[in-house]
């Protein structure tokens, strides 16, 4: 029994923060229980939500088990570990067939790019949703999932691979964000978008290899290459500002590149918000050393 199911945020249900996606647990006290009661070992939840103006699947869980709740309480391993509130709850507070279900914290994921749910998307699973035309697409795409949504193997794995391709794509693609959207967008999603697109640093820019791990566990971010001298060009990118640790940090990978990947012939980029003004003259002077730095910004745009 797979299901896709939708929540809210904490500040919108009075406090009450479930599922917890950093514990992949999940409490059910109303007539779902019945539902989450008949979900077995290595079925999937899926779990949605509303996302500035649209929905979102944020997080599914590999279930690993569900049980009553008044029985997981009984067990200290589990209730020393876990803070769902459903396992804080006075057992006389506790309605009949009050469950818990468990995500397998290897094969359970919160995502890092949330899928959009879509009528394109709804259409292609087994049970497309009944969309009512005469609604706002949030407004029946709501509607239409305000039960949970039953799935079968090939949903799962629809699912799942549309949610591989999303975070591949990462954020930056070319939708407009809305401004709130715009402080979720992570390191790698601007990693992703110059991997996919390395011509925005420069035009003869190609991608060598992205995320490359060196003997001693550290990661280079992007290596490209430049077609017109065979220059090899470290790239590393910040969310932030670019300073001193940032600076000592594409030296490094310079040096690894040098020692262990054999390239005599390289350069770095360094790319963040702005340049710490703590910083700006020993790193603007890094440019005798080949390391030149960019910086990025927002485009406002109407939608």
């Known amino acids: 029994m797979n299901y896709l199911i939708g929540y809210k945020d904490a500040d919108r249900n009075n406090g009450h923060e479930d599922p917890m996606l950093n514990e992949f647990t999940y409490g059910e006290s109303s007539s779902n229980t019945t539902n989450l009661l008949n979900v077995g070992t290595g079925d999937y939840l899926f779990f949605h939500k509303t996302i500035h103006e649209k929905r979102y699947i944020t997080a599914y869980y590999y279930v690993e088990e569900v049980m009553l709740v008044n029985f997981a309480q009984r067990n200290p391993l589990i209730v020393n570990k876990f803070n769902n509130p459903h396992l804080k709850k006075s057992p006389s507070l506790l309605t009949k067939n009050e469950c818990i279900a468990f995500g397998n914290p290897i094969f359970s994921k919160k ?26 697409p ?5 509607s239409a999932l305000r039960t949970w949504k039953l799935l079968n193997n090939n949903d799962i794995a629809f699912l799942l691979d549309e949610i591989n391709k999303n975070e591949d794509k990462g954020r930056l693609t070319n939708n407009i964000l809305a401004s709130d959207e715009v402080f979720q967008v992570l390191e790698r999603d601007i990693e992703k978008l110059i991997a996919s697109q390395p011509n925005i640093l420069d035009d003869n820019y190609l991608l060598e290899g992205s ?6 566990d550290s990661r280079l971010d992007l290596l490209l290459k430049d077609t017109t001298n065979n220059e090899y060009i470290v790239v590393e990118i910040k969310k932030g500002a670019i300073d001193r640790n940032a600076l000592n940090q594409i030296k490094h990978y310079i040096k690894q590149c040098q020692k262990e990947l054999g390239l005599s012939n390289v350069k770095g980029i360094l790319i963040g918000s702005s340049i710490s003004k703590y910083y700006e003259t020993e790193i603007i002077n890094a440019k005798k050393d080949g390391i030149t730095t960019r910086t990025y910004g ?3 745009a109407m939608n």
Not at 113 to 130: D, G, M, R, W
Not at 138 to 142: P, R
Not at 211 to 216: G, L, M, R, T
């Open 211 to 216: 995320q490359i791990v060196f003997s001693d």
């Open 111 to 136: 995502l890092d790019v949330p899928l959009e749910i879509t009528p394109q998307l709804l259409s292609k699973l087994s049970k497309p949703a009944n969309l009512n035309s005469n609604q706002l």
């Open 298 to 300: 927002w485009r406002f």
């Open 138 to 142: 949030l407004a029946a795409i709501s």
